[in-house]
T-cell receptor, first 111, second 116 residues
Framework: LAKTTQPISMDSYEGQEVNITCSHN???????ITWYQQFPSQGPRFIIQ???TKVTNEVASLFIPADRKSSTLSLPRVSLSDTAVYYC????????????FGTGTRLLVSP | EADIYQTPRYLVIGTGKKITLECSQT?????MYWYQQDPGMELHLIHY???????EKGDLSSESTVSRIRTEHFPLTLESARPSHTSQYLC???????????????FGDGTRLSIL
């Protein structure tokens, strides 16, 4: 399974755009990149998933360069409620997800 | 919001007791998972299931056992709890799809277990 590396923590202010980059140098051809968000005392929640180029949904965008060895989660105009841990994962498309969670990035949004 | 429920949310119990953590989902998902997470640490997969009567051990060795008699129910059992079992246990489920993008896992809010 591909290992991911992301910053341990990030700080931001309300209204700013936050970009969290994740590296996955040994990503395989069939792997997808998925991001989850976790609040204290809750389970992770799916944010976005992509395979290549750019994916956008109502809460975030995911940018994936051509070599797919990294990806960037972009959160537009963060609010205090976006303070959480964000996990970047690579899932192998074998029909069964066996997710490997790293320590994630702790995002702190201040007023 | 995902319809996956875990009970109890919190449990404080003495050493040697038998414990069952409940997990139920109403989405009809075939695949279910149990993760263990210590405070501030990463999640570790301890059990998973492809469907009814299917259970497999995950990447992290665990003394717990699981069963899958019904699609919607995936309980985790500790026969004799010890302080080393103190942790948060998270249950998840995902849709059964073998092609295209992987379906996301839907997580419950977890059971925080403390063994005295």
């Amino acid at each position: 399974l591909a290992k991911t590396t992301q910053p341990i923590s990030m700080d931001s202010y309300e209204g700013q755009e936050v970009n969290i980059t994740c590296s996955h140098n040994n990503i395989a051809t069939n792997d997808y990149i998925t991001w989850y968000q976790q609040f204290p005392s809750q389970g992770p929640r799916f944010i976005i998933q992509g395979y290549k180029t750019k994916v956008t949904n109502e809460v975030a965008s995911l940018f994936i360069p051509a070599d797919r060895k990294s990806s960037t989660l972009s959160l537009p105009r963060v609010s205090l409620s976006d303070t959480a841990v964000y996990y970047c994962l690579v899932d192998v498309n074998t029909g069964f997800q066996k997710l490997v969670f790293g320590t994630g990035t702790r995002l702190l949004v201040s007023p | 919001e995902a319809d996956i429920y875990q009970t109890p949310r919190y449990l404080v119990i003495g050493t040697g007791k038998k414990i069952t953590l409940e997990c139920s989902q109403t989405m009809g998902h075939d695949k279910m998972y149990w993760y263990q997470q210590d405070p501030g640490m990463e999640l570790h997969l301890i059990h998973y299931s492809y469907g009814v009567n299917s259970t497999e051990k995950g990447d992290l060795s665990s003394e717990s056992t699981v069963s899958r008699i019904r699609t919607e129910h995936f309980p985790l059992t500790l026969e004799s709890a010890r302080p080393s079992h103190t942790s948060q246990y998270l249950c998840a489920s995902s849709d059964d799809r073998t092609s295209g993008s992987n379906q996301p896992q839907h997580f419950g809010d977890g059971t925080r277990l403390s063994i005295l």
